[in-house]
């Protein structure tokens, strides 16, 4: 199941609804400031990250200027800050059992695309490329995927 957090309604957000939408994926949407993470969430996306904090804190906001964040924080504390103040995180958030985006990347979300689904649009533009540089192959199916899914 892929989840997405948010804190505020941003363009960001809107965008990678629109892009699950359009990808005809599911996806579970919560407002942390309505409800709020518990200290085992917060955990389980920093042990999602690739970089711990520098993927989740948003230093740069206005929530981490005005509660003056430093590095010298433990990772007790920095949990601890994030529960009292979710706002210093980064938005929005989406994540499933292996992977973590935070922000609007159209190259970083397309791991959340399952590996058939990617794998058949792949095929599809290698046969559309194809069709252009040499003409349609007689006796092949329309976009010529079908067999090479069933591998």
Known sequence: MINLYFHTSDPAKRKMLDW???QKIDV???????????????????????NGSDDLIAV???AVQEHVFDK?????????????H???LKNPIVFNEQSLVT????EDIGVF??????KRERLSLFGKLYTAEF???SGSSSTGTDELLEE
Do not use: C, W
């Open 86 to 88: 979710p706002k210093i």
């Open 60 to 62: 740069r906001s206005k």
């Open 113 to 118: 695309v399952p590996s058939k689904q990617r």
């Open 28 to 50: 579970q949407i919560r407002n942390i400031m309505q409800k709020r993470l518990t200290e085992l969430e917060i955990r389980h996306l920093f042990l999602l990250s690739d």
């Open 135 to 137: 003409g349609k192959v």
């Open 103 to 106: 922000g609007f990347s159209i």
């Open 72 to 84: 010298s924080l433990t990772f007790n504390q920095l949990v601890i800050a994030v529960y009292q």
């Open 20 to 22: 699950f939408h359009d």
